[in-house]
């Protein structure tokens, strides 16, 4: 995730929180998650890149990929809370993350 983007997402957060206003995203990607369960992604190597395909979003697919397993990580996290129109700045507050040890299942915490 580029440096831009992340300042421009802490900017939008400061000025929304300032006004008592979240992204309505958030309320979107809860009820996904509630009803739907989690984001399964398949992880395929290509070169020297690990790219990461959902395998049953309902909306279409979330691509992304990286160098390696944490940034990926970071990345598919970020490509879900984009897929919602929701800041990579409130990924805490969010809480998504990794199911099981080696699963490849993203959910809400």
Request: charged share 25%.
């Amino acid at each position: 995730m580029s440096i831009t983007k992340q300042a421009k997402d802490y900017i939008v957060k400061f000025f929304w929180n300032g006004a008592d206003l979240v992204p309505a995203g958030l309320l979107e990607l809860n009820q996904y998650f509630r009803i739907n369960g989690g984001i399964t992604f398949d992880n395929k190597k290509e070169g020297n890149v690990i790219v990461a395909v959902s395998q049953n979003f309902r909306y279409g697919s979330i691509i992304t990929s990286a160098n390696s397993q944490e940034e990926l990580d970071k990345n598919i996290k970020d490509a879900i809370l984009t897929s919602f129109d929701i800041p990579s700045s409130y990924a805490k507050e969010v809480g998504l993350h990794k199911v099981g040890s080696e699963a490849r299942e993203y959910a809400l915490a």
